[in-house]
């Protein structure tokens, strides 16, 4: 009868640690507060850099920061914005500090203007896989998704 008692107290242990680890993981991820949707990255070999679109509603009743992301398929992620320089040339800057996301409101990244940049890809991006991408919110944390990759935005 003591073994089975002793087996039991180790079953709710187990079931206590679980809850506890599963919990810190709800709460490392931005919730449902924010809406991701339509992420997708552009495709292409492994020698040239790619690009992660997507949109974000905030719905959390503040204001968030997207300041940035990463993925392990990545050297680095970059958040940046298309811009036109003085001559008329079109080109790409970093965007310092994050882009903030109004409470209510929806920001877009698309070709053409923000936009996350993979440097360093460690692979090529072939249309028809995914890519693990991890967002990171000032206010919210972190959010994990598996963007589709694709030719062209769908």
């Known amino acids: 009868m003591f073994s089975n008692r002793f087996n039991w107290s180790y079953l709710v242990s187990a079931g206590i640690i679980l809850s506890a680890a599963l919990s810190n993981c709800t709460l490392s991820s931005a919730g449902q507060d924010l809406a991701v949707q339509d992420p997708w990255a552009r495709a292409g070999t492994a020698d ?9 509603t905030n719905q959390t009743g503040e204001q968030e920061t ?15 914005e298309t811009i036109v320089k003085e001559d008329g040339v079109m080109g790409m800057q970093p965007v310092a500090g994050g882009i903030d996301i109004p409470a209510g ?36 944390g972190s959010y994990e998704l598996d963007v589709p990759i694709q030719t062209t935005e769908q």
Do not use: N, R
């Not at 053409?112 to 919210?140: D, N, R, W």
């Open 105 to 140: 409101e929806q920001i877009t990244l698309q070709p053409g203007g923000y936009h996350f940049m993979c440097i360093g890809k460690t692979e090529t991006f072939e249309a028809g896989s995914t890519l693990p991408f991890e967002l990171l919110f000032q206010v919210s």
């Open 66 to 80: 997207l300041l940035g992301g990463s993925s392990p398929k990545c050297g680095a992620v970059e958040l940046h």
């Open 48 to 56: 040239t850099p790619g690009a992660v679109y997507l949109q974000v």
